[in-house]
């Protein structure tokens, strides 16, 4: 008979490897079964269009890990995690040539938004600031993991970000504000009236002050990678290239952990149409390029950016994403860009350059919005096609096809609406829990969603190591 292992983890994404670690530093025998060849999950590294130029197929810039209070409880710059900061975490460019920028002072935000605004972007930051260490705890934590570290600053961050992100910019009179504003609330694919839209904008905004909008040197899988080789470490092992379609399919375990889709979970286990309510989101239409040079942008701050914005302005912006949740095709799209290889030169050849770029698209939309993503990058960077040596696409079927969590392309693993917002996978106190007393959900599915952070992965692998005890 082979002796029981304690958990068996399904899936080796972010949250997958951080659960596993977790209990594995806790004294408890764990193994992790990966489909793919390699560890990644949303957190890869991959040369997508020619040799030598390595991009990252989904995420590739990163504040919520480098402020992730699971990740920073792990020495993972021993384990080869180095976070490259650019001269500035983001701008927005404009028609007009300029642009507004989030960077990592205060000061030089506000006055990016114009002397009419600057005050009310200080307003809105000031009673956080310092704060990032609880806030983000407590952000990131879920309603039954005890009482908030900060419950005064918690409920003063609760008051505005349950708010649209639209409630937000009526704090501002200009258009650059307004335009900052939707653009970062625009990361969760939700039209910015939506509810706790406010949320996603202020968080990112806070986490560029409190310790920037990094990427890891050598790409996404260096996260990945630093997770695999702590969870080594503590004594876990990985098995890759391995698909679980049962769970018979592996070994005997007192708990299993799934880093999946909840649908997913459902078929593998058993539990028939538990999840048969929960609804997947909007996908993205995604272009990685080689290019020939530095992108051309007019403004000049949006060269000195890792991560650029392309929306005009806050309606602009808020009715790209109403087509995307609409089933309707890019047509002038609200673009999220990157430019890694400006603060990370290694991954490209000498003088080249990589560049990262997604549109918002429908739930398993097969079209092909090349031309229009093309189109408003060259409105703020005029000769951009100029610089392209090779790219690679890849639309809601493509993105489904490289992850199966990706339900019809939604990297998010869940729709971003309603009280799903709040209550995700499904109505429980223990949401990673499941009917099945052995089997554990701590993908983005789980709070406090997605984002390569891992405390989804943190506060599963809590559930599971309270069970176990309590067995």
Not at 147 to 172: I, N, V
Not at 183 to 193: C, D, E, F, K, V
Request: aromatic share 8%; with cysteine; net charge positive.
């Amino acid at each position: 008979m082979p002796s029981l292992i304690d958990a068996v983890v399904v899936g080796a994404g972010p949250n997958g490897l951080t659960a596993a670690a977790e209990l594995a530093r806790r004294g408890l025998s764990v193994e992790v079964y990966e489909a793919q060849d390699a560890v990644g999950g949303g957190a890869r590294t991959e040369e997508l269009t020619l040799p030598g130029f390595r991009h990252d197929p989904c995420s590739a810039v990163h504040p919520l890990a480098a402020g992730s209070p699971a990740f920073r409880a792990m020495p993972l710059a021993r384990h080869g995690l180095e976070w490259l900061h650019p001269e500035l975490p983001l701008a927005q460019p404009f028609d007009d040539g300029t642009a507004a920028v989030l960077a990592r002072s205060v000061g030089e935000t506000a006055m990016s938004l114009g002397a009419h605004d600057a005050g009310a972007y200080r307003r809105l930051v000031e009673p956080f600031l310092g704060k990032w260490p609880t806030l983000a705890a407590d952000f990131l934590r879920t309603p039954w993991d005890g009482l908030p570290r900060d419950p005064y600053t918690l409920a003063r961050f609760g008051l505005l970000g349950l708010r649209p992100a639209a409630q937000l910019s009526h704090r501002f009179t200009g258009r650059r504000a307004r335009a900052l504003i939707a653009g970062l609330a625009g990361h969760a694919i939700a039209p910015t009236t939506g509810f706790a839209t406010g949320a996603i904008a202020l968080v990112f905004a806070l986490a560029a002050h409190a310790v920037g909008w990094p990427v890891p040197r050598g790409g996404s899988q260096a996260i990945s990678d630093a997770l695999a080789s702590y969870l080594r470490e503590q004594g876990g092992v990985i098995h890759t290239g391995f698909e679980v379609k049962r769970l018979d399919d592996l070994p005997p375990a007192r708990a299993y952990l799934f880093d999946t889709s909840p649908t997913a979970l459902a078929r593998i286990a058993g539990l028939g149409n538990v999840y048969r309510h929960y609804r997947y989101g909007p996908s993205a239409f995604k272009i990685d390029y080689a290019l020939s040079g530095p992108v051309p942008w007019t403004a000049a701050d949006a060269r000195r950016a890792g991560t650029v914005h392309i929306g005009e302005s806050a309606t602009e912006i808020d009715t790209a994403l109403r087509r995307a949740v609409s089933g309707l095709p890019p047509a002038v799209p609200f673009l999220i860009t990157a430019q890694p290889s400006l603060v990370d030169p290694g991954r490209a050849p000498e003088g080249r350059h990589t560049f990262w770029v997604y549109a918002h698209a429908p739930k398993g939309w097969t079209g092909d919005a090349t031309e229009a993503v093309e189109r408003q990058i060259e409105r703020y960077a005029p000769g951009f096609r100029d610089l392209v040596l090779a790219r690679a696409t890849a639309g809601p079927p493509e993105l489904a096809a490289r992850n199966a969590n990706y339900v019809g392309g939604d990297f998010a693993c869940g729709a971003f609406a309603g009280l799903q917002t709040l209550i995700r996978p499904r109505l429980a106190r223990v949401p990673y829990a499941t009917a099945h007393p052995a089997v554990f959900l701590c993908s983005s599915a789980t709070p406090p969603g997605p984002g390569v952070h891992g405390m989804s992965g943190h506060h599963a692998a809590k559930a599971v190591w309270q069970r176990l005890r309590a067995a």
